[in-house]
């Protein structure tokens, strides 16, 4: 049984470009979050997916957009990139009904110079 | 808003001992589930254990566990028998338990570097 996969591991980005990260999540799970870790911090909350639909939002700007396939696999982008948005970036997948559990992938490390 | 606060950045113990990691939580809510995470150097979040906080029973994993005092809002984190492979960062989380999926984001603490020594 595949867990959460995640790609690409690392990407090096310039400031002011664009960024498309991708999340498979674990096999009967249909949600899908994504977190922000800043090096040295907790992951922050992005925004979750459930039924192609955005479900919930955290604090982050219209920059940062998401999509949700049939398959439920997930794609975060970021516009316009700032140096400040290097961090590792977390996927987790989990079920909607009775899913206390997100499981989370290994994360895509992004670095913008 | 939820907040969650981990205030020792890192820790260290002796293999085969036994370590503490604390965790203090702020909320409004009486229902909800704190989690502890494990990230080692792969990056990958692993759960380490669960609260429910309805549950006045501490929960335990093999050599985990936990004690929850929902009164003081702490939540700490009891690792026995301390193995090399338990150094890593641990991370305390709490989600509401309002609602289902749509209110279930994880709000974590900034983390506890763990380090085992021989």
Redesign the interface.
């Known amino acids: 049984d595949a867990g959460v996969t995640q790609s690409p591991t690392h990407l090096i980005k310039t400031r002011g470009q664009q960024v498309t990260l991708r999340c498979s999540p674990k096999s009967g799970h249909d ?1 899908v ?1 994504w ?1 922000q870790q800043a090096l ?6 992005i925004f ?1 997916y ?1 039924e192609e639909e955005e ?2 939002r ?1 604090n982050f700007p219209d920059r940062f957009s998401g999509h949700q396939f049939p398959n439920y696999s997930s794609e975060l982008n970021v516009n316009a990139l700032l140096l400040g948005d290097s961090a ?1 970036y ?1 996927c ?1 997948s ?1 079920r ?12 895509t ?1 992004l670095t913008v110079t | 808003a939820q907040t969650v606060t981990q205030s020792q950045p890192e820790m260290s113990v002796q293999e085969a001992e036994t370590v503490t990691l604390s965790c203090t939580y702020d909320t409004s809510e009486s229902d909800y589930y704190l989690f502890w995470y494990k990230q080692p150097p792969s990056r990958q979040m692993i759960l380490v254990i669960r609260q429910e906080a309805y549950k006045q029973q501490n929960a335990t994993e093999n050599r985990f566990s936990v004690n929850f005092q929902k009164a003081a809002k702490s939540f700490s984190l009891k690792i026995s028998d301390s193995q090399l492979g338990d150094a890593a960062m641990y991370f305390c989380a709490y989600r509401s338990a309002r609602g289902t999926g749509t209110a279930s984001k994880l709000t974590f603490g900034t983390g506890t570097r763990l380090q085992v020594t021989l």
Not at chain 1, 96 to 107: C, I, K, N, R, W
């Open positions: 949600t979050s977190y040295g911090q907790g992951p922050q909350f979750q459930y479900r919930q955290g590792l977390l987790a989990s909607l009904a009775g899913g206390l559990e997100q499981y989370f992938g290994p994360g490390r």
